[in-house]
């Protein structure tokens, strides 16, 4: 138990569906995350939000679409996914403000887009 | 941008001690990460270097050469349940929270 928690777990959705995942830290943590994992790929960052104000967007389709509303919570919206959307989407969440910060993560929602 | 290697797989014996080597190519460095990953699991936190040299940590230890960009997790008297994927991340210059993964080193420790 990391503190960190995403609901659903697993999701099965169609490519005209609208989805959300949602996340939750409960460790008073500024900065939140949401990373994509593949199979046989790196973890790979999409989101940060700081503050609640989003600071990076790692090229991501405009199809994923994340919103912060206050430090604590993280959704990441879906709309007209693909197949190869399908992955594990992580969440994380770290203090923000630290050098030797660590990010600790959710248990993950795994996707399956069909 | 960030490239980081590591093996993609590794097998060791129980109670032997293995060595995860990861190496990277960074247009900075503010710092490199192990983490763990149980099957179906989210990673969780080994361990941090910034400085080079070596951090122990129970059976755990991992060293930094910045001058070589080389890191490496030992794992000692390996335990049937360090079956998992290793994870080697670094943060670059850019913030403290943008941080680069390695595809991971997957581990299986047999009897």
């Known amino acids: 138990e990391t503190g960190v928690t995403q609901t659903p777990r697993h999701l099965v959705m169609g490519m005209t569906n609208k989805k959300s995942l949602k996340c939750e830290q409960h460790l008073g943590h500024n900065a939140m995350y949401w990373y994509k994992q593949s199979a046989k790929k790196p973890l790979e960052l999409m989101f940060v939000y700081n503050f609640k104000e989003q600071t990076e967007n790692n090229s991501v389709p405009s199809r994923f679409s994340p919103e912060c509303p206050n430090s604590s919570h993280l959704f990441l919206h879906l709309h007209t996914l693909q197949p190869e959307d399908s992955a594990l989407y992580l969440c994380?969440?770290?203090?923000?403000?630290?050098?030797?910060?660590?990010?600790?993560f959710g248990p993950g929602t795994r996707l399956l887009v069909l | 941008g960030q490239n980081i290697d590591q093996p993609t797989e590794m097998t060791a014996t129980e109670g032997a001690i293995v060595q995860i080597n990861c190496t990277y190519q960074?247009?900075?460095?503010?710092?490199l990460f192990w983490y763990q990953q149980h099957a179906g699991e989210a990673p969780t936190f080994l361990s941090y270097n910034v400085l080079d040299g070596l951090e122990e940590k129970g059976r755990f230890s991992s060293f930094l050469s910045r001058s070589k960009g080389y890191s490496y997790l030992l794992l000692k008297e390996l335990q049937m349940k360090d079956s998992a994927s290793y994870l080697c991340a670094v943060r670059d210059s850019g913030g403290y929270q943008k941080v680069t993964f390695g595809t991971g080193t997957k581990l299986q420790v047999i009897p």
């Open positions: 994380a969440s770290s203090q923000g403000d630290l050098p030797g910060e660590t990010q600790y």
């Open positions: 960074t247009s900075g460095f503010n710092g």
